[in-house]
C-alpha cells in the first residue's frame, strides 16, 4: 500500500491530479501495508511456534481499481479517480531492471497473482505458543 504514499510512485500523480493511472486490466489487488508484513516478520523472528511455517501475505480484501480510487479518495479528502493505462504506458520512462521489473509486476497484476486474500496476516498474529502473551 505503501506506492499510494511514496513520491516514486503514485502519490505525486495522486495528490497534484486526482487520477490513479495503473495498467489494472481489470484485475483485483489485496494491497497490503508494510506494517502488516513487518509485524508477521517480527512475530515469526521472535515468537515460537512459527518454525517451517510459510505465509503468503494479502492484504484483508480484494480491491478493483476503481474501488482503489474509491478508498483514495476518502483518504486524501477529495476525489481521485483510475485511470486504465497500458503496461508500456505505467513504464515510460523507467529503464533497465527497475522498467523490466514493473513490467513484470504489472502483468502479475494482470494474471491475478495479487487478488487472493489469505488471512496470513492474522494468522501468523495470532500464532503463539503457550508462555508467550
Known amino acids: 500500500m505503501q506506492v499510494f504514499t511514496d ?3 503514485y502519490r505525486d500523480s495522486i495528490v497534484d491530479t486526482g487520477q ?9 489487488v489485496a494491497w497490503i501495508d508494510a506494517r502488516d508484513i513487518a509485524s508477521v516478520a517480527e512475530r515469526a523472528l521472535l515468537d515460537a511456534g ?11 480484501e480484494s480491491l478493483s481499481m476503481p474501488r482503489t480510487a474509491e478508498l483514495l479518495s476518502a483518504a486524501a479528502g477529495r476525489p481521485v ?11 515510460a520512462g ?6 523490466d ?5 504489472f502483468e502479475r497484476v494482470r494474471a491475478g497473482r495479487f ?5 496470513a496476516v492474522e494468522s501468523a498474529k495470532n500464532r503463539r505458543s503457550k508462555g508467550y502473551g
Open 50 to 60: 512459527h518454525a517451517g511455517q510459510v505465509y503468503e501475505l494479502s492484504g484483508p
Open 101 to 105: 521489473l514493473s513490467a513484470l509486476t
Open 7 to 9: 513520491p516514486r510512485f
Open 20 to 28: 490513479f493511472s495503473f495498467p489494472g486490466g481489470g484485475a483485483t
Open 81 to 91: 479517480t483510475h485511470r486504465e493505462v497500458t503496461i508500456v504506458e505505467a513504464v
Open 115 to 119: 487478488a487472493e486474500v489469505t488471512g
Open 94 to 99: 523507467m529503464t533497465g531492471f527497475e522498467r
